[in-house]
């Protein structure tokens, strides 16, 4: 090549560039409408651009025209393709059936003309170009229809924009941006055929154009701004590099030029694929995301309505338990044969458990339901200890185990006596459960602002890791087991947040198992 023509070599890398982009995307679903329609457009701006390149090589006027008239006929069919994909791509072919027909008829009349001098009239030198074409009348009017197709098409585009959401908007964006470039860069041809002195300087957008619109119906599901402009750009730079590689003067440097843009290209593709990469793992992790929400705020309307079933369900077995408790403490008075009152008091213990059990369900329902009530009265909490432990004496006897509690008066507690009266039955109980022998010891402190009850067993104790744990709820000790199966690990859960409730703390300790343990409950004097 003597000379190096930008024009001729961008046109050569226009019709390579739209064939391939064409032909991939036809492959890609063969069947769609807007992927085959799309190939047509492709195909014409390939026909335009394999012209314009032989058109630039020309060196006799005669070969100039042939190629202008061949050019013509490839840029004739731009806007009606365009229109006949944009139609396809909204899904809309079926409406426009009669326009889309009368419109290739329209074009493939001003085809007639383009072998005519109608259409070309003749070819003259301008502005550095050794042959240009000018028009005839045919072609002005041709000019005009091309304009409003290319008109048309936006509008179109831009009212779907507006109607549609999401991905399709982006996609239908995309698509407008892209007949804005390849119409502005086609256009850049017109104004040397008028003798206004402005080059084709835009060229290189039709690739672009092509680009934008493949990458729309490709990637819709990954229409993602950091893809596209890393594709757009390293787009052009390779474009660049390959028109580059015309422009040597020694072999030695074409080869430069080759190697440097097939590096490029290398180096593009692998780009491409990191960001790809990137934007996938990213998308999949968001809709995890939200699938992970969406189980969560159904899990939480479940917790609610299990809360919800827990405490209706409790609520109406309190009062037949109530009932049972009285009649059978009534028949165990009542009873003068030890058997029989052997078997009443199981009934007694027996019912005494359930009823805590639903007590202690209630009250998680309610905690869990935001609805726990307190309702703080002076109270003297010496007898409230004493009640707990004469409700719980016989449960003691029971097991032949030993209760001491040596009642002292205390400071007066603003506390909720009800609340605090639970708290205690389910720490001595717990006492008692897991004491298989020895003795259980209450004792009270005043210390400088607060009062401490501490309970204390000789039974299986816990480890470390089960003191720091037994305040969670349905957490229950490695060890209990054996001992008592039966248990839910929901006592010391409420217990704990009764406490947390009157501003105080409870907590365990232990010097391992098998060693026993010591429960505190302190309350502040003043809350
Ligand atoms: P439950 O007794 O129904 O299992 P709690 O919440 O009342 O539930 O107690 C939780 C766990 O704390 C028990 O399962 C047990 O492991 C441990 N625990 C409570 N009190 C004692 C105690 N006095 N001695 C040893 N372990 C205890």
Redesign the pocket.
């Known amino acids: 090549m003597d000379t190096f023509n930008v024009y001729a070599l961008i046109a050569l890398a226009n019709a390579i560039g739209s064939f391939a982009i064409g032909l991939f995307v036809f492959l890609q679903n063969r069947k769609n409408r807007a992927h085959q329609t799309f190939f047509l457009l492709t195909l014409s701006v390939t026909i335009w651009s394999v012209a314009y390149y032989g058109w630039q090589m020309s060196n006799f006027p005669q070969e100039a025209y042939f190629w202008c008239r061949y050019l013509m006929a490839g840029a004739i069919f731009i806007p009606v393709t365009y229109l006949h994909f944009i139609f396809s791509f909204l899904g809309e072919n079926h409406k426009y059936r009669r326009q889309i027909f009368l419109s290739y008829l329209i074009f493939f009349g001003f085809l007639i003309f383009d072998f005519t001098p109608y259409f070309i009239n003749r070819i003259e030198p301008a502005l550095g170009f050794k042959y240009w074409p000018k028009p005839g009348p045919v072609f002005n009017i041709f000019l005009f229809v091309w304009l409003s197709y290319a008109f048309y098409g936006a509008y179109l585009l831009a009212k779907a924009y507006r109607r549609h959401k999401g991905a399709k908007k982006v996609q239908i964006g995309y698509l407008l941006a892209g007949i804005l470039l390849g119409y502005i860069g086609g256009s850049t041809n017109y104004f040397l055929w008028y003798n206004i002195p402005v080059a084709p300087i835009a060229n290189a957008f039709v690739i672009l154009q092509l680009l934008a619109i493949a990458l729309a119906i490709l990637r819709h599901h990954l229409l993602n701004i950091k893809i596209i402009t890393t594709e757009l750009l390293v787009g052009l730079i390779n474009f660049v590099l390959f028109i580059n590689i015309f422009s040597y003067e020694t072999s030695a440097q074409l080869i430069t030029n080759i190697a440097i843009f097939l590096l490029t290209v290398l180096f593009s593709v692998q780009l491409i694929k990191s960001v790809l990469k990137e934007v996938e793992s990213r998308e999949k992790s968001q809709k995890l995301a939200k699938k992970l929400r969406q189980a969560n705020r159904k899990l939480k309307k479940l917790d609610k309505t299990k809360s919800e079933f827990v405490s209706i369900a409790s609520h109406q077995l309190r009062t037949p338990l109530t009932a049972i408790k009285g009649y059978a403490a009534m028949l165990i008075d009542d009873s003068k044969n030890p058997e029989e009152k052997q078997a009443l008091r199981q009934i007694y213990f027996s019912n005494e458990r359930l009823i805590k059990l639903v007590n202690d369900l209630l009250n998680l329902s309610r905690i869990e339901r935001g609805k726990m009530q307190f309702h703080f009265v002076e109270t003297q909490l010496s007898d409230i200890i004493s009640s707990v432990i004469s409700e719980l004496k016989m449960l003691v006897r029971k097991k032949g185990l030993k209760l001491t509690y040596h009642k002292v008066d205390l400071p007066i507690l603003k506390i909720d006596p009800t609340k605090i009266k639970e708290v205690l039955v389910?720490i001595i109980d717990?006492?008692i459960?897991?004491t298989p022998k020895g003795k259980i010891t209450v004792k009270t402190f005043v210390d400088e602002d607060s009062v401490i009850v501490a309970i204390s067993?000789t039974?299986?104790?816990?480890s470390k890791d089960?003191v720091k744990a037994?305040y969670q709820k349905f957490?229950?000790?490695r060890a209990?087991s054996q001992v008592y199966p039966n248990?839910?690990?929901?006592?010391?859960?409420i217990a704990n947040k009764i406490i947390q409730a009157h501003n105080g703390r409870l907590w365990a300790e232990s010097d391992g198992l098998g060693r026993g343990?010591t429960?505190y409950i302190k309350l502040p004097l003043s809350s």
């Open positions: 389910n717990n006492a459960k897991y067993d039974g299986i104790g816990m089960d037994i957490q229950r000790g209990v248990g839910t690990g929901i006592g010391l859960y343990s429960f």
